[in-house]
């Protein structure tokens, strides 16, 4: 079974951009959690999907939104970019909830802010 | 605030030289308690999940424990391709979102 996809893999912009990560979860999972991880901060949750609805939200400020299609691929995006937001970007799929089941990792995407 | 605390950050063995890793962690009603593998460059691996306390898993040369204030992984015999950061997360009864410690980068050596 593919495990969770992340596209793109590295991803360079600037200040002030915005930018959109997508990620495509193991066969038949449903839900998708988004993670951000930095050196200084390690991994912080940013939000939780399930069937199209987001059930739960980090302590991030409203630039990161994201989304969940019906296929329960999702995507996040981030806009007006901060030198701050150069980090890991990891999503998390599991099979129902993430309440109830183990959430397996993506390979993330690697965003630089210059 | 649910927290989680990993000790030591950073861990070098010799081969063969067996050791634990130790998560403390203060969370409001404990679901699950989750140990993940991280590669450089790569998103965490799942390893174990423990639910209850006296709770035990192992895999290889891998077990994880857990009581009601902290877990530990316990490495026996540990070979070069252990060497990865370990992360330790907590999913509190309410809430899907995990909390991560800071991670134990463990390095060993041949």
């Known amino acids: 079974k593919a495990g969770v996809t992340q596209t793109p893999r590295y991803l360079i912009k600037t200040r002030g951009q915005q930018v959109t990560l997508s990620c495509s979860p193991i066969s038949g999972h449903r839900s998708v959690s988004w993670y951000q991880q930095t050196p200084g901060q390690g991994l912080q949750f940013l939000f939780e999907?399930?069937?199209?609805?987001?059930?739960n939200k980090g302590n991030f400020p409203g630039r990161f939104s994201g989304r969940q299609f019906s296929n329960s691929r999702s995507e996040m995006n981030v806009s007006t970019l901060e030198l701050g937001d150069s980090a890991l970007y990891l999503c998390?799929?599991?099979?129902?909830?993430?309440?109830?089941?183990?959430?397996?990792f993506g390979p993330g995407t690697r965003l630089t802010v210059l | 605030e649910d927290q989680v605390t990993q000790s030591p950050e950073a861990l070098r063995l010799q081969e063969g030289e067996s050791s634990s890793l130790n998560c403390s962690y203060t969370v409001s009603g404990l679901r699950g308690l989750f140990w993940y593998r991280q590669d450089p460059g790569k998103g965490p691996e799942f390893l174990f999940t423990l639910y209850s306390a006296g709770e035990e898993k192992e895999k290889e040369r891998l077990k994880a424990t857990l009581t009601k204030k902290e877990s530990f992984l316990h490495i026996t015999a540990p070979k070069p391709e252990d060497s990865a950061t370990y992360l330790c997360?907590?999913?509190?009864?309410?809430?899907?979102?995990?909390?991560f410690g800071q991670g134990t980068e463990l390095s060993v050596k041949p």
């Open positions: 997360a907590v999913q509190a009864n309410q809430g899907g979102k995990l909390i």
């Open positions: 998390a799929s599991s099979p129902r909830d993430p309440r109830t089941d183990t959430q397996y």
């Open positions: 999907y399930f069937s199209e609805t987001q059930r």
